[in-house]
């Protein structure tokens, strides 16, 4: 496993994978994806705690009740169990995912 990706890198590997998301790196409970939906995000929830930091591209996030708008650079925090898709984003969005913990969640 790498310890250095670059979004090129990464992107490069989603496209060979011809997925919306794959898997780049994991140590631990730590596990790092790279995610690129296609027109429509059909995630569900996860069993655990996720960090998601937008690479490119911007649209709507939303996370349980909540819908916010995104660009490049955020960091997005899904706490474990919670719905949660991105909408309306641009052709050019990709983003890092992380998810950690145990399943069911860290306790806050």
Do not use: N
């Amino acid at each position: 496993m790498q310890q250095r990706m670059t979004p090129a890198i990464a992107l490069a590997a989603l496209d060979q994978a011809r997925k919306t998301s794959v898997g780049i790196f994991r140590h631990g409970t730590l596990e790092v994806e790279v995610f690129q939906p296609v027109s429509i995000d059909r995630q569900t929830p996860h069993r655990r705690d996720e960090l998601c930091m937008v690479i490119s591209g911007k649209g709507y996030f939303v996370c349980g009740d909540t819908r916010q708008p995104f660009g490049p650079g955020e960091l997005l925090f899904v706490p474990a169990g919670t719905p949660h898709h991105f909408e309306d984003f641009s052709k050019d969005f990709s983003a890092w995912v992380m998810y950690y913990g145990p399943s069911g969640g860290e306790a806050a």
